[in-house]
């Protein structure tokens, strides 16, 4: 089974960047679609990207979508998500995951089998 783990979170300013990664082992990311979520306090787990770990077009929701770039890159088994302009409303734990197979026409949280511990992302003031 593949095993992810997150890092990259902190505290940032608003209009700031951070950029996560999801280092996986234990299986190549090539086998999966890898996609990015986070979960605010109270709130459901919410899609942000996906990408296929072996290349391909992301896909991005909303919540994403201009702000928020997905990447892969197959020789460190590695997943990035590169965040840009970030608001206060940003802030929560963000995860990676990997469904086994090929990436879906769209991102469902319930689809992905495989899950990191989470990094946490505090954009304040």
């Known amino acids: 089974n593949i095993h992810l783990v997150e890092s990259g979170g902190g505290l940032v300013q608003p209009g700031g960047s951070l950029r996560l990664s999801c280092e996986a082992s234990?299986?190549?990311?090539?086998?999966?679609?890898m996609g990015w979520f986070r979960q605010a306090p109270g709130q459901k787990r919410e899609a942000l990207a996906h990408?296929?770990?072996?290349?391909?077009?992301?896909l991005y929701t909303e919540a994403a979508k201009g702000r928020f770039t997905i990447s892969q890159d197959i020789s460190n088994n590695a997943v990035y998500l590169q965040m840009n302009g970030l608001k206060p409303e940003d802030s929560g734990m963000y995860y990676c995951a990997a469904d086994e197979g090929s990436c879906r026409r769209y991102i469902n949280v319930d689809w992905y089998e495989s899950w990191g511990q989470g990094t946490q992302v505090t954009v304040s003031s």
């Open positions: 990408v296929h770990g072996s290349g391909g077009s992301p």
């Open positions: 234990g299986e190549s990311i090539t086998k999966s679609c």
